[in-house]
Nanobody, 125 residues
Framework: QVQLVESGGGLVQPGGSLRLSCAAS????????VGWFRQVPGKEREGVSC?????????YYIDSVKGRFTIARDNAKNTVYLQMNNLKPEDTAVYYC?????????????????WGQGTRVIVSS
């Protein structure tokens, strides 16, 4: 079965850390651009970070997470991670990963080949 599955969300205090995983099955994720998006109820989905194919040498972050979040690939595990440090209450959202053969654009959440089901992150004291 071809799918993306996110995991690693949860409840964390401000200043804490979480590592989200995006695991692919049924296809080789290293051939795909991967993005992380997040969505708060009642708001549009927001792009957070992207990583290029293969060795993931090119990454991109929105300004609000730069220096706190790190996206990385583990091709042996067919997985992309989002390490989130120094979490803030405004990071609270459902986080989704996406994969596409041709691109990743944090400003555009349409047209991706695959989406995961999401994992919830709550940052609260």
């Amino acid at each position: 079965q071809v799918q993306l599955v996110e995991s690693g969300g949860g409840l964390v205090q401000p200043g804490g850390s979480l590592r989200l995983s995006c695991a692919a099955s049924g296809f080789n994720l290293d051939n795909y651009f991967v993005g992380w998006f997040r969505q708060v109820p009642g708001k549009e989905r927001e792009g957070v970070s992207c990583i290029s194919t293969s060795d993931g040498s090119t990454t991109y972050y929105i300004d609000s997470v730069k220096g706190r979040f790190t996206i990385a690939r583990d091709n042996a595990k067919n997985t992309v991670y989002l390490q989130m440090n120094n979490l803030k209450p405004e990071d609270t959202a459902v986080y989704y990963c996406s994969a596409d053969r041709n691109y990743c654009d944090v400003g555009d959440d349409s047209g991706y080949d695959y989406w995961g089901q999401g994992t919830r992150v709550i940052v609260s004291s």
